[in-house]
Each structure stands twice: as structure tokens, then as C-alpha cells.
T-cell receptor, first 113, second 117 residues
Framework: NAGVTQTPKFQVLKTGQSMTLQCAQDMNHNSMYWYRQDPGMGLRLIYYSASEGTTDKGEVPNGYNVSRLNKREFSLRLESAAPSQTSVYFC????????????FGPGTRLTVT | AQSVTQLDSQVPVFEEAPVELRCNYSSSVSVYLFWYVQYPNQGLQLLLKYLSGSTLVKGINGFEAEFNKSQTSFHLRKPSVHISDTAEYFCAVSDEGRMDSSYKLIFGSGTRLLVRP
């Protein structure tokens, strides 16, 4: 049981390049989330998906797109990376059945130069 | 909108000493409160949560927290810390007090606990 997995672990991009961060969970959870973590700012929600087929914006969605590919997978895409998107990105999931714990992946450290 | 304030960005403490990490929240509705821990280069894991009932909540690794509605606080405590408790601790509140399948968490900025020998 791997829980929540994220790929890649590290990535360096040049300004303007695009990339997709992958997230998968094997816990049959309904809800999935993408956060970014910046020093001194805690975690901020980028997008979330309450269930397969639905996605909604969080606190800081600008510059990102998401796809809930199926129940297991939730990807985050940067179409044109900017230095302000340098951050650590975390994916999380939650079963949504009166379970109040979000399970987090190990994170992706992204640097945009 | 809800918000969470963790006033202490870093708390240094000696091993076996007690520690308190402070968390205050703002909300006009019922809230659900959480503490998460992040060890170096890892994701977050849940320490404890307050949903309802007893205001004193016990979590993993000997941590506990007390919900104080009048002071809108949810401080985390441990009577005796270990070197292995060195980590970053995040307080979080559920968005709009909803705990359905689409609930969202609002996180504080985090407190780095540094335990010294």
C-alpha cells in the first residue's frame, strides 16, 4: 500500500517551459488536492477535486491547470512556468466519507530559473 | 474567510523539556481543527484533530492539544520532547466548518520545533 505517490521528486525548469506533476493514490479516496508550500506561508490550496470528474479552484489557482484523470490520479500542469512558481508541491487525498484526515504525498520540489 | 495564525515561526527547546506551540484561528462558524507534522523532506502527517466533544485531544507521539472556543485557540503541547520531535508543525482549520467530501483546509504558516540535546 503506497498511499499517495508523486512524480517527479525534483524538477528544474526554465521560465516559459511547461510540465505536468503527477499524483496517484491507491486508497480509493474520492477527494484529491494540490497544495504549494512556500517558506513562512504554510500550505496553500491550488486546486482540488471533490470526486472523479469534478475540479475546483483553491486559493492560488492562477498559472495552473488540473486534470482528474480517474479516481486514482490527479495531475497538475504548469503551462508556462514562472520563477514565482518555484515551490514545493504536495498532493493529498481524503476518502470523503466522514474521514477528516488528508493523506499527503512526499512532495515535488520545483525550481524555475 | 477563515484564517489560522501561528505566531511562533521557530521554537527552540532542550530535550526532555515541555513545549507549547500556539495556534489561533478566526471563524464565525463551528470549526474542525487539526495539527499536522512535517519531518524534513517528507510530506505532512496528522498528529491530532478536534471535531467535537472533549476539548482536550490526544494525538500520536505523546502530543495533545486543547480547544478553547472563547480564546479561539488550539495550542499543541508535549510534556517532554525528544530529539526526534524536531520538525515543522502546522495548525489547520476546515474551511467554512464543512466536513463533507469537498472540505478544504486552511493552514497556518508553521512552527519549526528545534529540540536540542
Amino acid at each position: 500500500n503506497a498511499g499517495v505517490t508523486q512524480t517527479p521528486k525534483f524538477q528544474v525548469l526554465k521560465t516559459g517551459q511547461s510540465m505536468t506533476l503527477q499524483c496517484a493514490q491507491d486508497m480509493n479516496h474520492n477527494s484529491m488536492y494540490w497544495y504549494r508550500q512556500d517558506p513562512g506561508m504554510g500550505l496553500r490550496l491550488i486546486y482540488y477535486s471533490a470526486s472523479e470528474g469534478t475540479t475546483d479552484k483553491g486559493e492560488v489557482p492562477n498559472g495552473y491547470n488540473v486534470s482528474r484523470l480517474n479516481k486514482r490520479e490527479f495531475s497538475l500542469r504548469l503551462e508556462s512556468a514562472a520563477p514565482s512558481q518555484t515551490s514545493v508541491y504536495f498532493c493529498a487525498s481524503n476518502s470523503g466519507r466522514s474521514s477528516y484526515e488528508q493523506y499527503f504525498g512526499p512532495g515535488t520540489r520545483l525550481t524555475v530559473t | 474567510a477563515q484564517s489560522v495564525t501561528q505566531l511562533d515561526s521557530q521554537v527552540p527547546v532542550f530535550e526532555e523539556a515541555p513545549v507549547e506551540l500556539r495556534c489561533n484561528y478566526s471563524s464565525s462558524v463551528s470549526v474542525y481543527l487539526f495539527w499536522y507534522v512535517q519531518y524534513p523532506n517528507q510530506g505532512l502527517q496528522l498528529l491530532l484533530k478536534y471535531l467535537s466533544g472533549s476539548t482536550l485531544v490526544k494525538g500520536i507521539n505523546g502530543f495533545e492539544a486543547e480547544f478553547n472556543k472563547s480564546q479561539t485557540s488550539f495550542h499543541l503541547r508535549k510534556p517532554s520532547v525528544h530529539i526526534s520531535d524536531t520538525a515543522e508543525y502546522f495548525c489547520a482549520v476546515s474551511d467554512e466548518g464543512r466536513m463533507d467530501s469537498s472540505y478544504k483546509l486552511i493552514f497556518g504558516s508553521g512552527t519549526r520545533l528545534l529540540v536540542r540535546p
